[in-house]
């Protein structure tokens, strides 16, 4: 089976910290993705990556990077977090691109 | 507005009857997916549709496609108090290769 680890369930952050977030998939995927899901707008894609040291802006990339230096790892970076950041943080990953995506289990940031 | 919307946004049935959750997008696509997200959890994948189909089962779940009214439903038959989730669609845009998710269908099982 697929698995795909995030570093943390829980975090609560300050306002101005550099937040890090970890994703890792253990299927040799290309394929990754980040998005944020809020109430009421569902599942936003932040940035994606379709291979090591590629990113591609998303639809809300705004205060937010990224960093893929290893296939198996796709991070998320909040240079300088701010409570409109607060927010359950879901990773992906898919074999082929368009298809199946395997999800973790996300990480609920809360910023203050 | 949201490529894939999802209705109705919440649903309650008893346990044992029939749930069908449908989802309308805009423009064409090369797929159609439904997702399960149970509360506070990532979410799991449950059936891909390929634009070129219109029917596909697995277990309970029988998915639908009309790519003339641009619109999917899902139906879990004989639901079970387990089947308490949110349901997504994702819609693969033809030319784009990413999934773009709707807001999502909360279904309760009563027991």
């Known amino acids: 089976d697929v698995k795909v680890t995030q570093s943390s369930r829980y975090l609560v952050k300050r306002t101005g910290e550099k937040v890090f977030l970890e994703c890792v998939q253990d299927?040799?995927?290309?394929?990754m993705f980040w998005y944020r899901q809020d109430p009421g707008l569902g599942l936003r894609l932040i940035y994606f990556?379709?291979?090591?040291?590629?990113?591609e802006k998303g639809d809300i990339p705004e205060g937010y990077s990224v960093s893929r230096e290893k296939k198996e790892r796709f991070s998320l970076i909040l240079e300088s977090a701010s409570t409109n950041q607060t927010s359950m943080y879901l990773c992906a990953s898919s074999l082929f691109r368009g298809n199946t995506q395997y999800f973790g289990p996300g990480t609920r940031l809360t910023v203050l | 507005s949201q490529q894939g919307e999802e209705d109705p946004q919440a649903l309650s049935i008893q346990e044992g009857e029939n749930a069908t959750m449908n989802c309308s997008y805009k423009?064409?696509?090369?797929?159609l997916q439904w997702y399960r997200q149970n509360s506070g959890r990532g979410l799991v994948h449950l059936i891909l549709i390929r634009s070129n189909e219109r029917e596909k089962h697995s277990g309970r779940l029988r998915v639908t496609l009309d790519t003339s009214k641009k619109s999917s439903s899902l139906l879990i038959t004989a639901s079970r108090a387990a089947d308490t989730a949110s349901y997504f669609c994702a819609t693969d845009l033809r030319g784009n290769e990413k999934l773009t998710f709707g807001t999502g269908t909360r279904l309760t099982i009563i027991p």
């Open positions: 990556s379709y291979d090591v040291k590629m990113k």
């Open positions: 423009t064409s696509i090369n797929n």
């Open positions: 299927m040799d995927h290309e394929n």
